[in-house]
């Protein structure tokens, strides 16, 4: 993760995990970073303020973990400003992937992935508490690929069947259903899309249709056997995204699904 200021700036970055750097043209250039290391660059206005910067990661993430490219330089800092960095250092860090915490003067921003949207919330939260409302925030944590593996590798590349030009699950769709409920119970709250999908045969306005019943019965069934309903949404997307030709018979089976997405 990274951490990075002609206004003082800072910017972390970690490798693996969360890190720091701050980048500024009169900053040196930030060598390749390590597995496992975290990188501080940018421009601060004296030693003292770079040495607290470097205390304060080196006690978050370890002394041998920290790299240090941070110059010093004639910048102009907010009022208390190292004490709202010392603040927004912190061990909710370690928590980010591939990360990067950029402070410039008094615009943070943060980015990497998360394991899970409750995290993402509560680190964001956590950052815009620790700062008073003069500091804009930009959060731009993301969930881990992780997440929405969990419900491709449930589905299986299967498909949700229903009764042929209808929106009424069959057995074999309900048992796909079932499954999905449980990989969905164990991503605590997250929104999740699910898009209907048809092969071209018809009339594209009809596939629509059908397409936007069949994912509502969906979202009507995993509602009914505990997932939230207002953490689903429905949408029919007809045939206008298709993953096989439709030429063929078996294509036109795989373009008639059902997907499910992770909602960002």
Known sequence: MRFFTQRALLAFFVTCHAGIAAAQNTAPAPAAAQPGQVTASGTVPDEATKAAVLAKLREV????????????????????????????????????????????GSNVSLRGEVANEALRQRIASNVATNLNPTYTVNNGLRVSAAEQALLDNTLANRTVEFDSGKATLTP??????????????????????????????????????????????????????????????????GPDRPIASNDTAEGRARNRRIEFRLAQ
């Open 172 to 237: 074999t769709g309900r048992a796909i259903l079932d499954e999905m409920v449980a990989a969905m119970l164990k991503l605590k709250g997250r929104r999740i899309e699910i898009i209907g999908h048809t092969d071209s045969a018809g009339l594209r306005a009809s596939n629509v249709s059908l397409s936007q019943a069949r994912a509502a019965t969906v979202k009507a069934y995993l509602a009914a056997h505990g997932i939230a309903e207002e953490n689903l949404s429905a949408s029919g997307q």
């Open 61 to 104: 993430y370890g002394a041998d973990r920290v790299v240090d490219q941070i110059a010093i330089g004639p910048v102009a800092m907010p009022a208390n400003w190292n004490g709202y960095v010392q603040k927004l250092i912190t061990p909710d860090l370690r928590q980010i992937s591939r990360g990067q915490l950029k402070i410039d």
